[in-house]
């Protein structure tokens, strides 16, 4: 069984994706593609030829209107076999290979093929892994049949997303039921924009997963900061609270404790606590300015104005979704299926 490592999804790319997708923007960018991770699980190949194939999968994924990316459960992958291999009567003596690849898109971890071709090709080299390369590097990517095998993928992981949408929203939900965060939010931003539908559905819960992220956050630094200052630790206590939402809504008892804590402090200590304190003021500013811009490209994108209010909140949330991307989290990890020794049925 061979895994799959993900990546955890940068939130960063969420800011201000929605309000494109309200104006009806017509460009074509990485968050409107289908993603595709190229990956090599044929043992055949050899490494240094594994890696060149990686990168021509990439090629023809984003070639053809996909992107290439190390985080979808969505792979495309190939697996080879030698058709042909000579010496060649030269002087130094060359292999000379011909490879049959054959090029799989699927659920890797479901293990379901969506779309599959194969094509000849042909290197020569020094060495076995040479030959397998030069083959390799000798491939066209702008092969049609690429086009057409990527096109059928495309539809079918498509469908998935049109068909699975309410199941991925119940999953999503469990797992911010069991505060799961980074992977609930890695589920919903895993839904491509041409799905409309469900990528609208999944924005809105990925709102509501950031929020419920925001409050188990807020409660837990606040927990800490009490402990570390019931030992009088206020550097600690300082660290504990300096990513704190403003919007939280245990903000209010974080503004009291601050308050508590700078008022009993010593003159040194309270120097550098109010150092900090300026610091995360400095920083709550900053983040209140991300948010109104946000709020205002909203505005400007909104087509009708009852519909303002809900689209330039989400707006803001999607904003403050950055600040989830710069905590650690377990990274979530899919497993690609190995079925009957060709990883899809």
Not at 207 to 227: D, G, H, I, P, S
Not at 256 to 265: A, D, F, N, P, Y
Request: aromatic share 6%.
């Amino acid at each position: 069984m061979k895994r799959l490592t993900l990546f955890a999804l940068s939130l960063i790319a969420l800011t201000g994706v929605w309000a494109q997708q309200e104006a009806k923007v017509e460009r074509m960018d990485d968050r409107q593609r289908i993603a595709l991770t190229a990956v090599v699980l044929d043992d055949k190949i050899p490494a240094a030829a594994a890696k060149q194939l990686v990168n021509k999968m990439s090629q023809i994924a984003t070639k053809s209107g996909c992107s290439a990316t190390s985080n979808s459960r969505f792979i495309i992958t190939c697996t080879a076999d030698v058709l042909t291999k000579d010496i060649t009567p030269t002087a130094p003596p060359m292999h000379a290979y011909t490879l049959n690849l054959t090029f799989f898109i699927g659920d890797g971890v479901e293990g379901r093929l969506f779309s599959s071709t194969n094509i000849e090709a042909k290197g020569v080299g020094e060495t076995p892994d040479k030959a397998y390369i030069a083959a390799l590097k000798n491939m066209r990517i702008n092969d049609p049949t690429f086009k057409a095998f990527v096109d059928k993928g495309k539809t079918r992981i498509i469908e998935y997303y049109n068909t699975q949408c309410d199941m991925i929203m119940a999953e999503a939900k469990a797992k911010m039921a069991r505060q799961e965060y980074t992977d609930a939010i890695a589920q919903l931003t895993a839904v491509p924009s041409v799905c409309e539908e469900c990528y609208n559905k999944a924005l809105d819960a990925s709102v509501e997963v950031y929020k419920a992220w925001r409050e188990n956050f807020c409660q837990m630094a606040l927990t800490k900061a009490k402990a570390a200052w019931a030992n009088r630790d206020s550097k600690a206590a300082a660290e504990a609270l300096a990513d704190v939402p403003a919007d939280a809504d245990c903000a209010a008892d974080v503004d009291k404790l601050r308050k508590e804590i700078s008022g009993t402090l010593e003159a040194k200590e309270k120097q550098e606590w109010e150092l900090k304190q300026q610091q995360y003021e400095a920083e709550q500013m900053a983040r209140e300015q991300r948010m109104e811009q946000a709020e205002r490209a909203a505005t400007n994108a909104v087509a009708t104005a009852t519909a303002a209010p809900a689209k330039k909140e989400r707006a803001k949330s999607l904003e403050a979704l950055k600040e989830v991307s710069s905590k650690q989290a377990p990274q979530p990890e899919y497993e690609v299926k190995e079925i009957k020794g060709k990883w899809f049925q």
